[in-house]
């Protein structure tokens, strides 16, 4: 649940940087080729850092999810390769059937 929420954020972090970004240019208060105003370059640079850090952020927790699921396999795995005393059980496995 923790995870759901803490990537949710990011998520929204994420659009918002690129709303800031995007805003003096969308709303309209950044003149087509005209100087940017102090309002646009405080939008670019705090939208385009909100954004790069939250893009960061989630490509670390995907990098680290996946990790874990691999791991996870690894795990599961070995346990299948171990008998039930524990022991590596050999290459051809236990015969279920016997020859009497």
């Known amino acids: 649940m923790k995870a759901k929420l803490g990537v949710s954020a990011l998520v929204l972090l994420f659009l918002g940087g690129l709303w800031l970004v995007a805003a003096p240019f969308a709303v309209g208060y950044q003149g087509r080729g005209a100087a940017y105003v102090d309002a646009t370059v405080n939008d670019l640079w705090l939208g385009g850092a909100i954004a790069a850090v939250s893009f960061v ?35 051809a496995g236990p015969s279920r059937h016997s020859d009497s």
């Open 57 to 91: 952020s989630l490509v670390i927790y995907a990098a680290d999810a996946l990790r874990e699921l691999a791991h996870r396999d690894v795990l599961i795995a070995e346990h299948r390769s171990e008998g039930r005393d524990g022991r590596p059980r050999s290459a």
